[in-house]
């Protein structure tokens, strides 16, 4: 089982990664987040849901 310290500091961790998720974001326009960047088609907004679905997990 996880302890509360461990527990605090993954959700510390999580807070953090989504601010500077939504801070390199912040300004693009909606063409820029759903561009493909990779050769599989991952774009910006895939990674933003993906962040959000294991933070919603944890």
Avoid: Q
């Avoid at 300004?27 to 962040?51: Q, W």
Wanted: glycine residues 6%.
């Amino acid at each position: 089982m996880i302890d509360d310290f461990a527990k605090g500091y993954l959700h510390s961790d999580l807070r953090e990664i989504r601010k500077a998720m939504l801070w390199k974001l912040d300004g693009l326009c909606e063409y820029d987040i759903r561009r493909p960047l990779t050769s599989t088609g991952t774009n910006l907004l895939g990674l933003v849901k993906h962040l959000s679905l294991w933070e919603a997990r944890y």
